[in-house]
């Protein structure tokens, strides 16, 4: 399997731009997870789905973001408008089951709002 | 809700020398406890996972333990290499919420 697959790699973006984030899991993971990761903050839970069902959107900064899973192969992280401020590394991961076991992270996509 | 620390924020230490990345967590009611590696501009990679029921694990030069008691967990890096170089960081599963917090991370530097 060739892991967890995002794009883009780099995305530069004027500020109140839409912006799209991709994410192919691993196949046959049931859990996918999008994280931000910042120097201030670290790593933060943005949002997860279990068999293509969010179930918690409560890391969700703003009504900007969205998310979806339209199917077991994909998913979108949308900012819109984007902001100076929602600059950062956003990572998706995939998972077999909810305790964590094959925890594995996409390269992550490196956004910069100018 | 869970907060983890991970001090110290960084560490240099000569190839060779063994070493312990230390991680301590707020809330006891863990599930298992993960200690990732993240090389510069690149995911993170689960090195070693420990359930709340176990006190240890190992894979190679690597050594993880946990005392949930204390909510501290540590990461033995043995006859360290330059190759080691990157930042390590440890995340706690919640056995109620089912969400990995994460640390800040350690960022280690072997020198050769």
């Known amino acids: 399997d060739a892991g967890v697959i995002q794009s883009p790699r780099h995305e530069v973006t004027e500020m109140g731009q839409e912006v799209t984030l991709r994410c192919k899991p691993i196949s046959g993971h049931d859990y996918l997870f999008w994280y931000r990761q910042t120097m201030m903050r670290g790593l933060e839970l943005l949002i997860y789905?279990?068999?293509?069902?969010?179930?918690?959107d409560s890391g969700m900064p703003e009504d900007r973001f969205s998310a979806k899973m339209p199917n077991a192969s994909f998913s979108t992280l949308k900012i819109q408008p984007s902001e100076p401020r929602d600059s950062a590394v956003y990572f998706c991961?995939?998972?077999?089951?909810?305790?964590?076991?094959?925890?594995?992270f996409g390269s992550g996509t490196r956004l910069t709002v100018v | 809700k869970q907060e983890v620390t991970q001090i110290p924020a960084a560490l240099s230490v000569p190839e060779g020398e063994n070493l312990v990345l230390n991680c301590s967590f707020t809330?006891?009611?863990?599930?298992?406890l993960q200690w990732f590696r993240q090389d510069p501009g690149k995911g993170l990679t689960s090195l070693l996972l420990i359930q709340s029921s176990q006190r240890e694990q190992t894979s190679g030069r690597l050594n993880a333990s946990l005392d949930k008691s204390s909510g501290r967990s540590t990461l033995y890096i043995a006859a360290s290499q330059p190759g080691d170089s990157a930042t390590y960081l440890c995340a706690g599963l919640g056995g109620s919420n089912y969400k990995l917090t994460f640390g800040k991370g350690t960022l280690l530097t072997v020198n050769p």
């Open positions: 809330d006891s009611a863990i599930y298992n």
């Open positions: 991961a995939s998972s077999l089951g909810w305790a964590g076991y094959g925890y594995t």
């Open positions: 789905f279990n068999n293509n069902v969010p179930i918690d």
